[in-house]
C-alpha cells in the first residue's frame, strides 16, 4: 500500500511561483514512476507532469511545458512540482500519482495510476 499527501498549495497572483510536495509512505515508491494532474471545476483530470524512478526522465503536458518543473528525492520519499510563471487557467486541485507497474512511458490516462493524494488546491488570480 502506499499512502500519498500533497502539500504546497495556495493562492497566489498570475505571475507568481509554487512548489507542490507530495510525501509518499508505504513500499515501492523508489521503484515507479510518479505523476501530477490536475482538475478544475467541470473539466476533465488533465495530466501535467510525470518523471521516471531514478528522476532520469521526465515528460510535461504542452500546457505546462517550459514553466513547471517535476522532481523527485527517493531519500525524501518526495516528489515536486516547481510551478512559476503561473496563469489564472493554471487554477485547480493538484493530485500525485504513482503509475501502475510496466505502464508505458507516454501513457498518461489517469487509469494508468493506481495510488492517488487527495489533491492540493492552487488559485492563480489575475
Known amino acids: 500500500q502506499v499512502q500519498l499527501v500533497e502539500s504546497g498549495g495556495g493562492l497566489v497572483q498570475a505571475g507568481d511561483s509554487l512548489r507542490l510536495s507530495c510525501a509518499a509512505s508505504?513500499?515501492?515508491?523508489?521503484?515507479?514512476?510518479m505523476g501530477w494532474f490536475r482538475q478544475a471545476p467541470g473539466k476533465e483530470r488533465e495530466f501535467v507532469a510525470k518523471?521516471?524512478?531514478?528522476?532520469?526522465?521526465?515528460y510535461y503536458g504542452d500546457s505546462v511545458k517550459g514553466r513547471f518543473t517535476i522532481s523527485r528525492d527517493n531519500a525524501k520519499n518526495t516528489v515536486y512540482l516547481q510551478m512559476n510563471s503561473l496563469k489564472p487557467e493554471d487554477t485547480a486541485v493538484y493530485y500525485c500519482a504513482k503509475a501502475r507497474p510496466g505502464t508505458g512511458w507516454y501513457i498518461v490516462q489517469p487509469t494508468s495510476y493506481g495510488y492517488w493524494g487527495q489533491g492540493t488546491q492552487v488559485t492563480v488570480s489575475s
Open positions: 518523471i521516471s524512478w531514478s528522476g532520469g526522465s521526465t
Open positions: 508505504g513500499r515501492t515508491f523508489r521503484t515507479d514512476a
